[in-house]
């Protein structure tokens, strides 16, 4: 009998997820539980319509407010200062790396939050980190559990030194991929390479660079590959929740989010909505000190990536795209989301920029 209750208990204790109806926020204030082929339906109506699904799953988080956080919102310093130890960073990337980790996590046939592929790609994307922090003792690598998700979220952390080292800089990308031509199935083929291992691959080689170099950063930089995106930006808001919780100082989040189609434009757009300008303003100027390519504004119109996630709980983000939002590729979530698309080149920039924007913010 006191087994059967703690069984029950631990049951109880759950929130209903994966098999079991999830709370679904379509817009700010309007939630509404729903199953997963109501999900599905949701996004694929909106695809469909022409524009993407922009939904969030609050799943665990129904009655939390986010709490003020005392330093949060210090100036950001005006101008870049760090150029003699990102110049010569940025001479190390290259654009091979960022091919051969689009072309090995296109290989999972998916990587859908809650499929088996869907882990080894998060614990392929660990041993990464792992094997690039070659022993670094001021580096930790771990996985995030996402409650009823089988996909953890994999954040590798690059401990600050001296006084600012409680403070953090976060750089993510999601690692989830999803095939919306079969209704979000869990089946389908969904290679994912820009949307989004463009930006994972972006994030390891910028972890790279950073980690071989020699460089102690002030304030502490995590490389965050977030869980379930598509499913409602689930890795990301239970962590930026979690950092609210213990009213951690998160000095800014970048979000690298299909970072390699070129389009028409070739031009990298910030996108303002669900953004600090403050951020984006300063990630402009990193743009024209170290990238050195013209840029433009565009927006989504909805909570489009895990940038919403950091917003939404308070902490200032930033998410620079790769077109205009019209003209961006629509190969995504389709078996078509393939190298072939694809310009490395291009993808580059988004690295130059990663670099710059962990070294510049972790240092004053
Ligand atoms: N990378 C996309 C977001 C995106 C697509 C931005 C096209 C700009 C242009 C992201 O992975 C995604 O698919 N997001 C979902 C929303 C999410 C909350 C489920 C979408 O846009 O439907
Ligand atoms: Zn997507």
Not at 141 to 164: D, H, T, Y
């Amino acid at each position: 009998m006191k087994r059967f209750c703690t069984a029950l208990l631990l049951v109880l204790s759950l929130p209903a997820f994966a098999d079991g109806p999830r709370l679904i926020q379509t817009a700010p204030g309007v939630r509404r539980w729903m199953n997963e082929s109501e999900i599905s339906e949701l996004s694929r109506s909106a695809h469909l319509a022409g524009h993407c699904g922009g939904y969030m799953d609050v799943t665990i988080e129904p009655d939390r407010q986010p709490q003020p956080i005392a330093g949060l919102n210090e100036p950001i310093k005006p101008i870049p200062n760090q150029i003699a130890t990102v110049a010569p960073m940025l001479r190390e990337i290259a654009p091979q790396n960022l091919t051969a980790t689009i072309a090995r996590l296109m290989k999972f046939s998916t990587r859908h939050a809650d499929t088996q592929t869907g882990v080894q790609a998060a614990h392929w994307i660990r041993d990464q980190f792992v094997l690039l922090a070659n022993g670094r003792s001021d580096v930790t690598v771990s996985l995030f559990k996402n409650m009823g998700l089988r996909q953890p979220s994999v954040i590798a952390r690059i401990e600050g030194s001296g006084a600012l080292a409680k403070e953090v800089v976060i750089l993510g990308a999601h690692e989830d991929t999803i095939n919306h031509t079969q209704g979000g199935s869990k089946t389908g083929q969904a290679p994912g390479a820009d949307d989004d291992a463009s930006g994972i691959a972006t994030l390891l080689e910028a972890f790279r660079i950073i980690a071989q170099s020699n460089h102690r950063p002030e304030r502490s930089i995590e490389f965050i590959a977030y869980a379930g995106e598509e499913l409602g930006l689930i890795g990301s808001r239970i962590i930026a929740m979690k950092y609210n919780d213990e009213k951690r100082i998160v000095r800014g989040v970048l979000q690298l989010d299909m970072t390699m189609y070129p389009g028409k434009t070739k031009k990298l757009h910030f996108i303002t909505d669900y953004t600090n300008q403050k951020l984006t303003r300063f990630s402009q100027m990193l743009m024209d000190t170290y990238v050195k390519q013209p840029w433009s504004t565009s927006s989504c119109g909805y909570a489009c990536s895990d940038h919403a996630s950091w917003h939404d709980w308070k902490y200032p983000a930033v998410f620079p795209f790769e077109t205009f939002m019209n003209g961006h590729n629509r190969a995504i979530h389709t078996p078509g989301d393939t190298l072939k698309l694809l310009d490395v080149e291009f993808g580059a920039h988004f690295a130059k920029l990663a670099i710059g924007f962990a070294v510049e913010m972790a240092n004053d």
